[in-house]
């Protein structure tokens, strides 16, 4: 089997090869396309065929690859939603351009099969309720309105070319290798490691939900069986208040007293994200396995490895 990954060096692209080499029996023909914005080369400690440093928001880069690919998986995005919040531009060439090149490759070499990263939260914008992947999607930051472009291109695609893609809406994710990305968990545990005050947006009853990076990566594995595309959502199914999550944090690295510092919310960020995996667990048989506090553990272990 021969797959392409775009973002291949990134966070859930570095897990989800050491994920599929440690679990495949499969004889696997992995190429990776990552520009090393944030991701090195050097991140991925397993096997691949081969490693090209290019940009997928430049339609060139496709003219240098083969053509004959038995899925895509496009992970390769700009996901940090404050900074596009302050810069909406960034998001068109990373999130849009890019994703739309990436189409157009697998349109004309006749590779029907795409996964690709969505986002739970971000695409749905403020909602109190339960999140479906029916739920009427309303963004409030321009990374969420990339996501939800892209979506809707997947199914133009799947319905105009009949292609094969699959959307998979990530909750929050976390996990060893974790330490470049400005996300949550790994951005407080950075910050408990050299002692500085942990920042928090708000009041701190913010609640997400948090996704371990293994679990991605089998609900990946997962999606790549299936014939028909579809919107996937790959969530824990619980949420938990950031205020409450350092408690869980300050338990796992054994310090007495952590430092807080609350600032004014940030434009663009969603309150509380209650994103149902209903859908996945039934047509995907997905399920998480790994409990919030194993997950800490492995992803405080790495940032004191790695930093």
Avoid at 150 to 168: F, Q
Avoid at 232 to 254: P, W
Wanted: charged letters at 25%; proline letters at 2%; aromatic letters at 8%.
């Amino acid at each position: 089997m021969k797959i392409l990954i775009t973002g291949g060096a990134g966070f859930i692209g570095a897990n989800f090869i050491k994920y599929i080499n440690d679990t495949s029996n499969e004889n696997l023909n992995i190429v990776v396309i990552d520009n090393e914005s944030v991701g090195k080369k050097s991140d991925i400690n397993q096997k691949i065929d081969r490693f090209l440093k290019l940009d997928i928001s430049n339609k060139n880069t496709f003219k240098a690859i083969d053509k004959n690919f038995d899925a895509v998986i496009h992970l390769a995005a700009k996901t940090e939603v404050l900074e596009t919040t302050k810069n909406p531009s960034s998001i068109i060439n990373d999130n849009i351009i890019g994703t739309f090149n990436v189409f157009e490759f697998c349109r004309n070499n006749n590779i029907k099969k795409i996964i690709v990263a969505s986002t739970g939260g971000a695409i749905i914008g403020n909602y109190n309720k339960i999140i479906s992947e029916s739920t009427l999607p309303k963004p409030i930051s321009p990374y969420g309105v990339s996501k939800l472009f892209n979506e809707s291109l997947a199914h133009t695609y799947n319905e105009t070319y009949k292609m094969n893609i699959t959307c998979l809406r990530f909750s929050n994710v976390y996990g060893p290798g974790s330490h470049r990305k400005n996300s949550v968990i790994s951005k407080f545990m950075r910050k408990i490691l050299h002692n500085l005050p942990i920042e928090i947006y708000g009041d701190g009853e913010q609640k997400r939900d948090f996704i371990y990076v293994d679990d991605i990566s089998r609900g990946i594995i997962k999606a790549l069986k299936k014939k028909k595309g579809q919107i996937y959502q790959l969530s824990s199914g619980n949420t938990i208040s950031i205020n409450k999550l350092i408690k869980n944090i300050k338990k796992i690295v054994s310090r007495k007293k952590i430092k807080i510092k609350y600032s004014k919310k940030k434009l663009g960020e969603v309150f509380e994200t209650k994103i149902s995996n209903k859908k996945a667990q039934k047509d995907l048989k997905f399920k998480t396995k790994t409990k919030l506090e194993t997950g800490l553990k492995k992803t405080w272990e790495s940032i004191i490895k790695n930093i």
